[in-house]
């Protein structure tokens, strides 16, 4: 059974900078994951934000957050890592990580996270971008 915990959140001032963890246990060695980061904000649809495919170490990002945010992971102790740079106030929302095992023969990347893609899910961690 995969678990996954965010680390807590925060507030930034915009143009500020945050980073976000994510501790994930129970991931078999020998196949190759899609993680993730969604986020939510009040009164919208959680949105994938950033995944990584831990088969090849491919990120994709949505346009909103590429070249701002990084996403990445440790292999040594499983902590995926969202790193988020000159935030802005439309970045507020609460931040999930996810993960689904995924091994399919020549898969390079996991592409831009669909909800449905993931059956692994972390409680979730606010964020909050004041302007």
């Known amino acids: 059974q995969v678990q996954l915990a965010e680390s807590a959140g925060g507030a930034v001032q915009a143009g500020g900078s945050l980073t976000l963890s994510c501790a994930v246990s129970?991931?078999?060695?020998?196949?190759?994951?899609?993680t993730a980061w969604f986020r939510q904000a009040p009164g919208k649809e959680r949105e994938g934000v950033a995944s990584l495919y831990t088969g090849t170490g491919s990120a994709r990002y949505i346009e909103a957050v590429e070249g701002r945010f990084i996403v990445s992971r440790d292999s040594a102790d499983n902590t995926l890592t969202l790193e988020m740079f000159r935030l802005k106030s439309e970045d507020t929302a609460m931040y999930f990580c996810a993960a689904s095992p995924r091994y399919v023969l020549g898969l390079t990347s996991c592409g831009i996270p669909q909800e449905d893609e993931y059956q692994y899910w972390g409680q979730g961690t606010q964020v909050t971008v004041s302007s």
């Open positions: 129970g991931m078999r060695y020998n196949i190759p994951y899609c």
